[in-house]
């Protein structure tokens, strides 16, 4: 069974610039989170989408969005980019979403603010 | 709100020592699951090891257990005979038993010295 696969791995983009982040979660699995990884912040929670319906929003701006279509694939969308975007974006899928449920993660999109 | 504290940035062991990883946590609810997950440089998360915790026992996963202090709420993963695959950071993560989002420490990149 394929895992979680995340594209790109790697992404350079400028200030104000706009990024799509593209996870597909294993096959099956209906909900997707995203997560941000900087150094000294560790992991934070963006969103989780299950069944095509954002169900968790963590604190960040609005500029962070997300959509998940209905084959469970999701996507991530950064607009206006800063600098302080500049992180490691993590996705991670499960079956439904609930308590005793074994999360997977991707390998992650490395994103680079100039 | 629910933080997660891990005070040690960095950590090195001997191979075959044993080493503990510290973590704490701050919440308000008697129900919840705790986690050590471990990051190589693949960046892949990988699941260690989980606690719920309603139950007073220690979770243990071969090598790697956890001391669980629910009243000091602390998480201490201890790693035993390590090896030098162990190299990795490790991160600890809580739960809340509804909803699907996961609080994560900052991280602990532990060096296994051959």
């Known amino acids: 069974k394929a895992g979680v696969t995340q594209t790109p791995r790697y992404l350079i983009k400028t200030r104000g610039q706009q990024v799509t982040l593209s996870c597909s979660p294993i096959?099956?699995?209906?909900?997707v989170s995203w997560y941000q990884q900087t150094p000294g912040q560790g992991l934070q929670f963006l969103f989780e989408?299950?069944?095509?319906?954002?169900?968790n929003k963590g604190n960040f701006p609005g500029r962070f969005s997300g959509r998940q279509f209905s084959n469970s694939r999701s996507e991530m969308n950064v607009s206006t980019l800063e600098l302080g975007d500049s992180a490691l974006y993590l996705c991670?899928?499960?079956?439904?979403?609930?308590?005793?449920?074994?999360?997977?993660f991707g390998s992650g999109t490395q994103l680079s603010v100039l | 709100a629910q933080t997660v504290t891990q005070s040690q940035p960095e950590m090195s062991v001997q191979e075959a020592e044993t080493v503990t990883l510290s973590c704490t946590y701050d919440?308000?609810?008697?129900?919840?699951?705790l986690f050590w997950y471990k990051q190589p440089p693949s960046r892949q998360m990988i699941l260690v090891i989980r606690?719920?915790?309603?139950?007073?026992q220690n979770a243990t996963e071969n090598r790697f257990s956890v001391n669980f202090q629910k009243a000091a709420k602390s998480f201490s993963l201890k790693i035993s005979d390590s090896q030098l695959g162990d190299a990795a950071m490790y991160f600890c993560?809580?739960?809340?038993?509804?909803?699907?989002?996961?609080?994560f420490g900052t991280g602990t990149s532990l060096t296994v010295i051959p």
């Open positions: 991670a899928s499960s079956l439904d979403g609930r308590e005793n449920e074994k999360l997977f």
């Open positions: 096959s099956g699995h209906r909900s």
């Open positions: 989408y299950f069944s095509e319906t954002q169900r």
């Open positions: 919440t308000s609810e008697s129900d919840y699951y």
């Open positions: 606690q719920e915790a309603y139950k007073q």
């Open positions: 993560a809580y739960r809340t038993r509804t909803g699907n989002q996961f609080y």
